[in-house]
């Protein structure tokens, strides 16, 4: 039927193309070609720069591409610094601490004698590749002759890719007469039980490779990813390419084709995958990358990223940056903003026959339909990357809580770590605080703003799926709340009961908060209408979220175990990092004033104890950056990075520590006050932990986390405590900044008078020519734009400068 064609033609990514032809006003005229991709991938087992993959890809898109340099590694299999490439992996690899799944490895090189089997490599120099998020080159500098080098082109779609290799020309002369140049493409697979088939050409002329590699079962249940490829020669890219040799054995086959029978020494490789089928990885092959060209795709997928990128508008740094100091700056920026655009991924497919989305459910096992989100952990995210996206990107931020209400409908709990069906691995049910905030801050389905806006969440379903993890004992399940019985109890979890008491406490003293707050919003009748017993929840789970003054101890001032009977722990050590003595990737030092949805109440507490909140946070800064193995029994990556990439007790190389800094701010009741001038000294500082290259991060980057974080720090805005609605004032580090929220008609532009790099302190605040005495801004007003001022100066605002 030509409306069901009419849909595949209208998928988004194509839609987006039109951004191209029409452009975007932003003074930062291409903010995609800042992106590094490379940026973060200088990491190792023992020392991270971020952990993440140079991937070329769309928004969240389904897969990632990459070049693959070290297999032997395991899942640290690309690393920066390496001279050699053995292909491009199609990659789900959201970090090497949970690998990678559906991996499959697409190479072209010349097939002489010396370079036979599936792992074959050519030296390359990552300094001379192109890495963009829209497109990648590379140079293969172990296949070539007089002529030249085969260089290895790649550009994305949304379920797929199309990669261009140009192979040098033939040489015939005697000098090469000994030189096989056959021109071989390769796929390899992952294991002998996984299938390469070489099918006949189809209507096009195209021969055509397909195969699948099945999932293990800790990825979910029935899982395989399935591939559809179609190969064309000749410059024009569509001229019928004929293998004289073909081979499909297991998990690994090749196409062979004589070197004067390839039209203008160049293969184009178009290939589509699913998770579904190979008849839909076929459809989708035929959706998005048959009859395309390599340069449109490209342009198609830079659209895709400009579109995004451009929401936020450097207009102005401000005075004392050179061209060079400029250019990191931006390179930085945008590189963030493209790392929080990536997790978590969109693992749905179209039916196109209707146009509808489906998916392959990892917890049923099942084709099912709607949108899926997978590939994050929400104790990783929950900090940060929900609130940025709730500016920049609400109507994606809508789709992903779509797609993780359909993982809880499905599986009946909602994975803490999707990788993609359920996983563990850290503590907490973080993903309590992002559903809340959802719900506090997007449109409901059914509303007058959901049709406005055209997009929505289903807070009902959200909410469940929180509530849930506060309410039902999971029993022996890696889901859900372990120990939630002796917390409910003591209203704390006490020593011995789990691991990492202290922090796994805090974590659900957060998450009730977040509920109940979420609760309070929705109202006791929309509580009541889903079952009378929830009339009373925001009562009764900001209660709970008070309970961290059992573990604060008066004599020290820092967060300690207890027993059930309530006595503290013996033999406390500041400095004891690790779940024995009772935190998480971090020290009591870290968890030290980890209340941000209480920031005066927990200065309060301290108070009484004869401690000040500011003061302790002044001595994270300032006291060395020591740190005992504790229960980790070694040093693990995360304390040597701190003690080397960061300062001090501020491990703003790990999540534990990055509510910190601005907690100062929340102990304050001004963005003038002596404790939040002090934070905005640090947070500036902070910044300079960000930079333009390979070593990015100073820890590991975790799904657009970190990125998100040094994002709303350049900005001056932070989610303290994101499912409250409101973002706390920072030090931002722009003069003119515009964000573009989608379907406000006004953009939030933020702007910083007498911004320097010296000039860190905020001297005054104005909303829309208002002063603003507060702290924090809500998100309700932010969200339909308005002008966010600080007046900025080289000295606190309590300090009198003398002339």
């Not at 992952?190 to 299938?195: Q, R």
């Not at 929950?382 to 499905?410: D, F, H, Q």
């Not at 500082?685 to 070593?695: F, I, W, Y």
Request: hydrophobic share 40%; net charge negative; glycine share 10%.
């Amino acid at each position: 039927m030509m409306s069901t064609r009419h849909v595949v033609t209208l998928h988004p990514f194509f839609i987006h193309v039109l951004l191209l032809l029409r452009g975007t006003t932003s003074d930062v005229a291409k903010p995609e070609e800042y992106v590094n991709v490379l940026g973060g991938t200088k990491s190792r087992f023992d020392f991270s720069h971020g952990n993440i993959l140079p991937e070329t890809q769309v928004p969240w898109g389904f897969n990632g591409w990459a070049p693959e340099t070290d297999p032997d590694q395991g899942d640290f299999w690309f690393y920066s610094e390496s001279a050699r490439m053995f292909g491009i992996r199609c990659t789900h690899q959201p970090s090497p601490w949970i690998g990678d799944y559906g991996n499959m490895r697409f190479m072209a090189h010349i097939a002489d004698n010396g370079h036979q089997g599936n792992n074959q490599f050519s030296a390359y120099k990552a300094s001379q590749s192109i890495w963009l998020p829209h497109y990648q080159k590379h140079t293969m500098l172990g296949y070539g002759n007089r002529n030249g080098y085969l260089s290895i082109e790649l550009a994305p779609t949304e379920h797929g890719a199309i990669m261009r290799f140009k192979f040098p020309p033939f040489d015939g002369g005697a000098l090469a007469a000994g030189h096989n140049q056959t021109r071989r493409i390769a796929v390899s697979l992952n294991s002998i039980n996984d299938t390469i088939v070489v099918s006949p050409p189809g209507a096009d002329g195209l021969i055509v490779m397909q195969g699948t590699t099945i999932l293990s079962p800790e990825r979910g249940k029935n899982g395989s990813h399935h591939f559809y490829m179609t190969v064309a020669g000749g410059a024009d890219e569509r001229n019928p390419a004929v293998p004289f040799a073909t081979n499909a054995t297991g998990g690994f086959g090749f196409l062979d084709f004589e070197p004067v029978a390839v039209a203008g020494d160049t293969l184009t490789l178009r290939v589509a995958t699913s998770m579904i089928s190979l008849e839909q990885a076929q459809a989708n092959h035929d959706a998005e990358v048959k009859g395309k060209t390599f340069d449109w795709i490209s342009r198609a997928a830079k659209a895709l990223w400009h579109d995004l990128l451009a929401r936020v508008d450097i207009l102005d740094l401000g005075p004392g940056y050179t061209k060079d100091q400029e250019k990191d700056v931006l390179t930085a920026f945008y590189s963030s903003m493209y790392r929080a655009a990536k997790y978590p991924r969109k693992l749905f497919e179209l039916n196109h026959e209707t146009g509808q989305p489906i998916h392959w459910s990892p917890y049923t096992g099942q084709i099912e339909q709607g949108v899926l989100s997978a590939d994050q952990g929400f104790w990783d995210a929950y900090r940060t990357i929900y609130s940025w996206l709730a500016l920049v990107a609400p109507e994606r931020m809508a789709e992903m809580m779509e797609g993780w209400a359909n993982a809880y409908l499905e599986g009946g709990w909602l994975p803490q770590w999707s990788k993609p069906g359920y996983g563990g691995g850290m503590t907490g049910t973080m993903s309590d605080v992002s559903l809340s905030e959802a719900i506090i801050k997007l449109p409901h389905c059914g509303s007058s703003e959901a049709t406005a806006k055209g997009y929505c969440v289903n807070a009902s379903v959200l909410y469940l799926a929180s509530r849930k993890n506060a309410f039902v004992d999971p029993g022996n399940s890696s889901n859900g709340r372990a120990c939630l019985k002796e917390y409910l109890e003591f209203g704390y979890i006490p020593f011995n009961c789990s691991d990492a008491d202290v922090s796994r406490s805090m974590n659900y003293w957060h998450s009730d908060y977040a509920i109940g707050n979420a609760a309070l919003f929705l109202g006791k009748d929309a509580l009541k209408m889903m079952d009378p017993a929830f009339e009373d929840d925001a009562t009764v789970l900001i209660e709970r979220s008070k309970n961290w003054v059992k573990l604060l101890d008066p004599q020290t001032g820092f967060f300690r175990q207890k027993d059930k009977a309530g006595n503290f722990i013996p033999g406390f050590d500041e400095f004891a990092w690790g779940p024995g003595p009772g935190y998480t990737e971090a020290g009591p030092w870290q968890y030290r004033v980890e209340v941000p949805y209480d920031p005066q109440g927990l200065n309060t507490a301290l108070r009484a104890m004869g401690f000040d909140g500011c003061d302790i946070i002044q001595q994270a800064n300032t006291i060395p950056g020591i740190f005992h193995f504790g229960g980790y029994g070694s040093e693990i990556h995360e304390m040597s990075e701190m003690a080397m990439n960061c300062w001090s007790q501020w491990e703003l190389n790990n999540q534990p520590v990055w509510a910190l800094q601005h907690m100062q701010i929340g102990f304050d009741t001004s963005p003038t006050g002596k404790c939040a001038n002090q934070a905005q000294k640090w947070l500036r500082q902070s910044n300079s932990m960000l930079k333009a290259g390979t070593d990015m991060y100073p820890g590991d980057e975790d799904n657009g986390s970190m990125g998100a974080w040094f994002i709303m720090n350049m900005l001056g805005i932070y989610p303290l405590s994101p499912a409250s609605g409101n973002y706390v004032l920072g030090s931002p580090m722009f003069a003119k900044t515009t964000i573009k929220v989608p379907g406000a008609s006004t953009p939030i532009t933020i702007i910083a008078t007498n911004q320097s790099p010296e000039n860190v302190y905020v001297l005054g605040v104005t909303w829309n020519g208002k002063p603003l005495d507060g702290i924090e801004l809500k998100y309700s007003d932010l969200v339909v734009g308005g002008t966010l001022e600080f007046t900025m100066g080289s000295a606190p605002a309590s300090v009198k400068i003398v002339v």
